[in-house]
């Protein structure tokens, strides 16, 4: 089947991409029974811990980097969050506090990263309250990205809604499973922990900030996106969240590791960091490898931490999701929703159409950067014919797909377009898209549908959406064009940059709007005028909604969400879920 080939964004600038768990504490009793009070966000407000003070911004009123737990260093490395410590002068912060340490070389990881890093924003409308809450956690692969990337969230912030931009432990720090770690019989997911740390947080004090503590919507993109699809499967999130929001977040659900896997796996990472470190000079090691105690782990040095351990886990793991410990996740995310006994709250799922497209872009760019050859006329540096099908082998190994049966039948190079140079990305981009987003998505949502939960799915498909990579002093630089890539939706949530255009601005207005009314009501289409009516999806009709600008087609409701991504076909047996 031929996919539309995707058109070449008409401006480029660059814009900052990366890709949620919100927890409500059942705590107060009666509570929720009664309707919450009536406030306003002041400039300086007093929550559990201290007073803090706003930024003011047009519409908005921001506090920065507001401490939710203890900082995890030192003996509290690789434990559960434990409280902040109260402060007895008014925090004043005007960013956010540093990223949790990046563990990996993605382009996306934010510098001025630290161990110290368990801080949150709150972003309040200026007006009269209670306000619906939305908990943003960031994507990132879990490995990179932090609240940073977030302050601005006005498009949502000014239509009604609080905001409120969640840090957790990333990589090493945040899912390392060392046995010799366990505790209650687990080990591993602190980044998780750190994620219902905030949301309690939250239900403990978005009050004072003239929220609503009883409609808190939890929602993320990419690595966010599956912190919200992990909340829904942990029991101990269960009556904790109103609402579910998941961007692009359906790319792990077969890919967890047992506890005994993750055990065995971070035996090794750690091994290897200490034998690499240890080949380097590095002193101050008190870990002998193959008889590491919690204790010799606690006490690293940070130079073992931040390079040899982080540059082991990113090899071992390239592929970084929550494992199965036993405690935050008794079964996979697959097998608690296969079993029903998954979190069941009002969900918007939904994906870009060109998800994978990103990950070709990096690659290429990559490549180019090596040689300094920035031309894009120049495509000897796009995937090759030959590098096609060995991707593909990469990206389905040990699923039994006999690749050039599923390339010959459904991903030929001849679908897309008609110039040979472009023709592999651009396949790849798709069967990587569909196999590993998509479909995964829509078999998440008829999981959800047929449990009798209302799910709203979209498909974010602005082929003139800005990218990030790519681009060099406001030229793009890539052979081919990304289109609907991976994130590249963010840009219509936050404010990131200029839009270019009027069509992307109404684009932006529309989502917002779709967003905001879901947190307010838990139904798109109710709060808020709405371009087009978003239909609640169905086993039977498999309706989604198209996020366009205008001349793309806008936005309007699709039905050809499965044949278009070849999930009944291609990919029946693999994604199913």
């Not at 699923?399 to 396949?427: E, R």
């Not at 590249?488 to 069509?503: T, V």
């Not at 684009?507 to 009314?517: F, G, I, K, P, V």
């Not at 936005?555 to 991504?565: E, G, P, R």
Request: overall charge neutral.
């Amino acid at each position: 089947m031929n996919k539309k080939a995707p058109l070449r964004p008409r401006s480029l600038t660059p814009l900052l991409a990366s890709s949620v768990a919100v927890l409500l504490a059942a705590c107060g009793g009666s509570d929720k029974d009664t309707a919450p009070p009536s406030r306003v966000a002041m400039d300086v407000v007093r929550t559990a811990g201290g007073e803090v003070r706003a930024v003011d911004r047009l519409g908005m009123r921001s506090y920065f980097a507001i401490p939710f737990a203890a900082p995890p260093v030192g003996e509290r490395r690789w434990q559960a969050p434990a409280p902040a410590q109260p402060w007895t002068t008014t925090l004043a912060a005007t960013k956010s506090a540093a990223p949790c340490l990046q563990t990996s070389a993605s382009p996306f990881r934010l510098s001025g990263d630290s161990e110290d890093c368990l801080y949150l924003d709150v972003h309040a409308p200026t007006g009269l309250g209670p306000f619906p809450v939305m908990v943003n956690l960031h994507g990132g692969a879990f490995n990179t990205g932090g609240a940073s990337v977030y302050a601005d969230p006005s498009p949502l912030v000014t239509k009604g809604v609080i905001v409120v931009n969640v840090a957790y432990r990333l990589g090493a720090m945040g899912f390392l499973a060392h046995p010799t770690l366990a505790q209650d019989g687990a080990a591993g997911n602190y980044g998780i922990m750190d994620q219902q740390a905030a949301l309690k947080w939250v239900q403990d004090n978005i009050v004072q900030f003239a929220g609503d503590k009883n409609n808190v919507t939890v929602f993320g993109e990419s690595a966010g996106g599956f912190s919200v699809m992990t909340h829904l499967a942990s029991p101990g999130s269960k009556g904790l969240f109103n609402k579910a929001m998941i961007q692009s977040g359906n790319y792990g659900n077969d890919r967890q590791l047992s506890a005994a896997q993750m055990g065995a796996v971070s035996q090794s990472i750690v091994d290897t960091a200490i034998n690499a470190a240890t080949a380097a000079g590095v002193t101050g090691i008190n870990c002998a490898p193959g008889a590491v105690t919690a204790a010799c782990l606690r006490s690293l040095p940070e130079p073992v931490i931040r390079t040899y351990l982080a540059n082991a886990i990113s090899t071992a793991l390239p592929i970084m999701v929550p494992s199965v410990d036993g405690k935050v996740l008794p079964k996979s995310v697959k097998a608690t929703f296969a079993a029903g006994e998954n979190i069941k709250v009002p969900t918007v799922n939904g994906t870009n159409e060109d998800e994978y497209a990103l990950y070709i872009a990096i690659n290429e760019a990559g490549r180019r950067a090596a040689a300094s050859n920035f031309d894009p006329a120049n495509t000897s540096f796009s995937l090759p014919a030959a590098g096609y099908a060995p991707t593909i082998a990469g990206l389905t190994a040990g699923t039994g797909i006999d690749v050039n049966v599923v390339i010959a039948n459904f991903y030929p190079l001849s679908n897309y377009g008609s110039n040979p140079a472009t023709q592999p990305s651009l396949a790849a981009s798709a069967l990587a898209t569909d196999l590993g987003f998509s479909c995964p998505a829509l078999r998440t949502s008829q999981r959800i549908a047929a449990q009798g939960s209302p799910v709203y799915m979209y498909e974010f498909r602005d082929q003139t959406a800005l990218p990030t990579v790519g681009v060099a002093n406001g030229k793009y630089y890539l052979s081919f064009p990304q289109g609907a890539a991976h994130s590249y939706d963010l840009q219509y949530l936050y404010n990131l940059g200029d839009l270019g255009n009027e069509e992307r601005r109404a684009l932006q207005a529309a989502m917002t709007r779709y967003w905001s009314n879901f947190a307010k009501t838990g139904n798109p289409n109710s709060g808020g005028s709405v371009p087009a009516e978003w239909p609640a999806f169905t086993t039977t009709d498999n309706r989604v909604l198209g996020l366009d600008v205008a001349s793309g087609g806008g936005v309007k409701a699709l039905t050809t969400f499965d044949a278009a991504h070849q999930c009944s076909s291609a990919w029946s047996r693999i994604v199913a879920f």
